[in-house]
């Protein structure tokens, strides 16, 4: 009996020690599951901290990224001169055509002047209203330049100049006959200045003798509008007057 009591005893406190040890291995044992996790943490650390390091520059101190840039930098470099291309400027063409392209077709020009001199040799027989509007050396618009605009008359010519001058004109038409006559320049009118005074024109010296709507400017052409007394005798006009 004694014996048997002693063998339960011992069993008792084998089977207590083995519980025991049991828990402390389960207290410190990590299982597979976790074990597995934390080796893929620690690969993964382990990369980001290799990729955040500087890389390790070759022998010549410079990294590729320099050196791609040093590249451009050369390659934009001729004979030491700087010909880094700047981006494509916007040409305005209207501004390049007027300029470079106005150089290869020849502009077409005229010249044209307003006289009135013969009235000061005629003062006594001008209306006395008038006086004011004679310049002493009676011109009234010296030899002025202008571009020839797409066929083109007298008449336009000395429209559009009296227009940007601010020179009084004013005209009579017969459209009949495409006539323009030209009764009054600067307010100085036919008969102003005698029964035979009046406005005439001429063309490079000579009077075409017909309306100056319908002469058509060419290039190089001298106009002159000129205010004669005498029928144009007084102007230059040989012919008869008719």
Sequence with gaps: MGAIII????????CFAGFNQTVDNREYQIPKAEKHQNTAFNKHTQKEEQASEPTEKPKDGKSETEKQIENVKEET????EDNEKEPDAVVDKDIYDSGEANNDKNEQCCTISIDCHTVNDNLDKLKPEKAGLVPRDGIILAKTQTEIQDNETVFDVLKRITRENK???EFSKTPAYNSIYIEGINNLYEFDCGQLSGWMYSVNGEFPG???SQYKVKNGDDICFLYTCNLGKDIGDTKEFK
């Design 210 to 212: 017909y309306s100056s």
């Design 77 to 80: 470099t001729v004979n030491g």
């Design 7 to 14: 063998m339960l005893i011992i069993s008792i406190v084998w």
């Design 167 to 169: 020179i009084h004109l």
